[in-house]
């Protein structure tokens, strides 16, 4: 701790204290978490380590960034850069009940989402994905921090069971006490966009029990209509009761109206890097290392000669690959007899434009399907009052046609003697207005 001063204590929580010091050596201002190690086993002193070091390999514009660890006097410290706009939970209360705007709420959750992606990516848990743990740079870039309690999977089966989390964003399946698994992260993720859309925690209670009953049902208030039909249905689907049923972080960022605003955010290359780690860990193929330029050949001009196959290659990444059992990659095939000796030219696309209109348009159509939905259900509303109003017509008739009956079979009872056997009394009857009625047309339609 002798190169740094320490400034203020500005956190503490289930890691530790989280600590604002100043660097004597470059002046700069940054955050050391302080964990008291001194009590710990040797197997979770290891365990500690091993999680600083994953927090070391941590690389991401998008991610509060580490600077080193040591430890000194029983305790580990791990120096992170300070980021001075705050957290964002601090910035959503600043609102004061001013709703952000959608592009705003938008462009902070592609970020939240490209730091997820990173973690998860490398089979990693955040486990603590909540507001307070969002913080924004001085230029506005959002960072998503505080790894203190990340555990890495060793295996792409293996589930971390515990239940450490902030109340507010505990997902279902952690209240039911099942193990904790990405898409819990998921579930959380969901809560924050819940926060920034209406400045609320999207599950509130006076009590603990209270709470973990509102999370277990899985409903919350709405929305406002305000914002797209697309964010408040991303919203719904984070929100789903089972974990099965979220979507992952990669397929939230394949949505047209979320990937078209990644690339605001990274460097083409980095898009390569990010987007390719996932593409090419799928299918396993293996990199082959790319060829050197002839001497004399320029660097640019030896890439504009290989065949762009991936999105990727015109950002300069080496995109050559090898399936297994494949002969050589540069055979040439003979032309055929019956192949046209001039080809028609193919169009040039871009794979990127083309991936994004066909989210747009995968949107556009299940938008289409809501309103079909929507306007066959009040069809059928409307049908089926239409139907009540006809039964009730027809019962009124069924009334009125008895009622004139019975006034009929009284005049003809009482049309020998002069006498009225069941004289009509106004005061007492409650209706004697329409039984007169009723009397005088039997008697007019009997004469």
Known sequence: MEKYVRLQKIGEGSFGKAILVKSTEDGRQY??????????????????????????????????????????????????????????????????????????????????????????????????????NIFLTKDGTIQLGDFGIARVLNSTVELARTCIGTPYYLSPEICENKPYNNKSDIWALGCVLYEMCTLKHAFEAGNMKNLVLKIISGSFPPVSLHYSYDLRNLLSQLFKRNPRDRPSVNSILEKGFIAKRIEKFLSPQLIAEEFCLKTFSKFGAQPVPAKRPASGQSLASFVSAQKITKPAAKYGVPLTYKKFGDKKLHEKKPLQKHKQAHQIPVKKVNPGEERRKMFEEAARKRRLEFIEKEKKQKDQISLMKAEQMKRQEKERLERINRAREQGWRNVLSTGGSGEVKDPVNLKEDPEPQMRIAVLADAFIAAW
């Open 31 to 132: 955050v050391i978490k302080e964990i008291n190690i001194s009590r710990m086993s040797n197997k979770e002193r290891e365990e500690s380590r091993r999680e600083v070091a994953v927090l070391a390999n941590m690389k991401h514009p998008n991610i509060v960034q580490y600077r080193e660890s040591f430890e000194e006097n029983g305790s580990l410290y791990i120096v992170m850069d300070y980021c001075e706009g705050g957290d964002l939970f601090k910035r959503i209360n600043a609102q004061k009940g001013i709703l952000f705007q959608e592009d705003q709420i938008l462009d902070w959750f592609v970020q939240i989402c490209l730091a997820l992606k990173h973690v998860h990516d490398r089979k990693i848990l955040h486990r603590d994905i909540k507001s307070q």
